[in-house]
C-alpha cells in the first residue's frame, strides 16, 4: 500500500529564512508520480510540482526546489528566502499506475512565516 | 480559474439531511475525481469517474455516491449526514485515467449541523 509520511506538522520561520518541508513516500510500484501541493488560507490546491519515480534530476523554479532521492524514498522541497505569501499548508503526494491514479497525501506541513 | 468548478462553494445543512455537491471538470478532460479533506481523516481520496464509469473507490461511506453524466459533469452525493461528515471536498479532473496534468477545483465546504 502507498503512504506518504510529512513529519513536520508546523514550521515557523522569520522572512528571508531558507526552510526544507521533508516529504518520505512507500510504495511497491517501479512506476509512480510525486507531487508537491499549496494550500493557503483561502483553501484550495495550488499545483507546485510533479516527478516521474524515473526522473530524479533536481528541479529549480525561482525560489522553490525539489530534492528527489529514490534510495531514500524522500522528495523534499525547499524554499529559498521565505516570505509571508509563503505561508500556507504545503502537501506531498503519491500516485501509483497501479493504483487507479488515485492520490494519496500526506498529512501536510503548516508553514508559518514571520516578519 | 483552475478550469475545474465546483458548486456550491459553501453549504450549511443540518443532520440527517441529504445534500448534492457538483463538479464540473476542466474543458476535455474525461477523469473526475472527489476527495475529502476532514481534520480528522487529512485529504482522502472518495472515488474515481472516467468517461461516465467508475474506475475507482476509495475510502467512501455507503451514504455517499456519486455519479458522472454524459456531459462529463460529476454529482457526489451524501445523504444521512453527520456531524463528522463537515469537510471541504474537492473535485479533481485529468484527461486521461492518470495523474498527469491533474486539476483541483476550489472545493464545496460542508458544514453539518
Known amino acids: 500500500a502507498q503512504k506518504v509520511t510529512q513529519a513536520q506538522t508546523e514550521i515557523s520561520v522569520v522572512e528571508k529564512e531558507d526552510v526544507t518541508l521533508d516529504c518520505v513516500y512507500e510504495?511497491?510500484?517501479?512506476?509512480?508520480?510525486l507531487f508537491w501541493y499549496k494550500q493557503p488560507p483561502s483553501g484550495e490546491l495550488v499545483f507546485l510540482i510533479r516527478?516521474?519515480?524515473?526522473?530524479?534530476q533536481n528541479e529549480i523554479s525561482g525560489r522553490y526546489s525539489w530534492n528527489f532521492q529514490k534510495s531514500t524514498s524522500s522528495f523534499n522541497f525547499t524554499i529559498t528566502a521565505s516570505q509571508v505569501v509563503d505561508s500556507a499548508v504545503y502537501f506531498c503526494?503519491?500516485?501509483?499506475?497501479?493504483?487507479?491514479?488515485?492520490?494519496?497525501f500526506g498529512t501536510g506541513t503548516q508553514l508559518k512565516v514571520e516578519l | 480559474d483552475s478550469g475545474v468548478t465546483q458548486t456550491p462553494k459553501h453549504l450549511i445543512t443540518a443532520t440527517g439531511q441529504r445534500v448534492t455537491l457538483r463538479c464540473s471538470p476542466r474543458?476535455?478532460?474525461?477523469?473526475v475525481y472527489w476527495y475529502q479533506q476532514s481534520l480528522d481523516q487529512g485529504l482522502q481520496f472518495l472515488i474515481q469517474?472516467?468517461?461516465?464509469?467508475?474506475?475507482a473507490k476509495g475510502n467512501i461511506l455507503e451514504r455517499f455516491s456519486a455519479q458522472q453524466f454524459p456531459d462529463l459533469h460529476s454529482e457526489l452525493n451524501l445523504s444521512s449526514l453527520e456531524l463528522g461528515d463537515s469537510a471541504l471536498y474537492f473535485c479533481?479532473?485529468?484527461?486521461?485515467?492518470?495523474?498527469?496534468?491533474?486539476?483541483f477545483g476550489s472545493g464545496t465546504r460542508l458544514t453539518v449541523v
Open positions: 479533481a479532473s485529468s484527461s486521461g485515467q492518470g495523474a498527469f496534468g491533474y486539476t
Open positions: 510504495t511497491r510500484d517501479t512506476t509512480y508520480y
Open positions: 516527478r516521474n519515480s524515473f526522473d530524479e
Open positions: 503526494a503519491l500516485s501509483e499506475t497501479g493504483g487507479g491514479n488515485k492520490l494519496t
Open positions: 474543458s476535455g478532460d474525461l477523469s
Open positions: 469517474y472516467y468517461n461516465g464509469e467508475e474506475r
